[in-house]
């Protein structure tokens, strides 16, 4: 990093609503099936969040979660990012919300939207506020609640997202400190050419709600599945090369891969780019489905509770969403 400074992740939680909703469930609402779900995205089942749970409770639980793990008190949290694209509402942020339920106090907060890719965007700039600004910790997570965003007449998108939240707390370390290394590499990239094929299309400045943009359904998501998937393999696969590299390592270096959990198909075809053997990913889609933001988070918070990472280990980030967005971060635990 040349600063002298390492920035560490010390502490993760998560948090996931109560009630699953199954494959079959979903077999009630559209016209699909499980055989199809599991086939065409590896997902089984996914959390959804209880009416009066907004995103601000999940990223609240998981956050305080993180604070526990990290052993940091809440009073001594300098920032919050929330990394969403389901909002409490669009004014306030979510951070804001997110500060007021744990309580911490001096923090300043904001939101990052950068879809599947929120995670990595919002670690990247808290990286670069405890690098450079003087701040010594920041909570980073990642929270959604798709359920309330999501057409639930659509086959082609409802049976693919779920509910969670996931946070990391990072701090400032030195070269001289045992321990972690910290966040190696990051490379972050965007191509706005592409926003309407993920998109909510109404209830913004272009196309304000009104009973029409209602009755179209046009403030739900609208995906173009296929061109996304196709574009999600070649970036999310080049993005984990550069990152790999720049970080001064080879793939055989990294212990551990966990990339944004949107469909099975696409971790495969990504692993066999990278030459990462399937085996080295951490996948929990079969469980969550695609929480968007809280996904990486998510994930590697149950990877560090069961084991599958431990200290030490070098493990690659690599995330896609809506933007487009993508990019791949590589952390020693
Ligand atoms: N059940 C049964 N049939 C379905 C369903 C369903 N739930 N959904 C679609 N189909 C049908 C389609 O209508 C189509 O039928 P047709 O051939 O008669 O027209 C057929 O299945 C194939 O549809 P495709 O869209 O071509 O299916 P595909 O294999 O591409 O899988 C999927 C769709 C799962 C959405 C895939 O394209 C995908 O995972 N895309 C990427 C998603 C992603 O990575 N998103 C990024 C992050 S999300 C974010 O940023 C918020």
Partial sequence: MGSGKRICITGTGSYLPERIMTNQDLEKLVDTT??????????KERHIA????????MAAEAGKRALVDAGVAVEDVDV?????????RILPSTACY???RIGAKNAFCFDVAAACSGFLY???????LLVANGYKTALVIGAEKMSAFIDWEDRGTCVLFGDGAGAVVLTVGDDSDAGSRGLLSSVIKSDGEYTDLLTYPAGGSETPASEETLKDKLHFLKMGGNTVFKHAVRCMGAAAEEAVSKAGLTKDDIDCVIPHQANLRIIQAISDRIDIP????????????????????????EALKNGRVKKGDKVLFVVFGGGFTWGATVVEI
């Avoid at 209880?50 to 409770?57: G, H």
């Avoid at 919050?80 to 409490?88: E, F, L, N, R, S």
């Fill in 34 to 43: 499980d055989e199809w779900i599991e086939t065409r995205t590896g997902i």
């Fill in 50 to 57: 209880a009416a009066d749970e907004p995103t601000s409770a």
């Fill in 80 to 88: 919050i990012i929330c990394a969403t694209i389901t909002p409490d």
């Fill in 98 to 100: 997110t500060q007021h």
């Fill in 122 to 128: 919002a670690l990247k700039t808290a990286e670069g």
């Fill in 278 to 301: 399937l085996g080295r990913f951490y996948n929990n889609l079969e469980r969550v489905g695609n929480t968007t933001a809280a996904s990486v988070p998510l994930a590697l918070d």
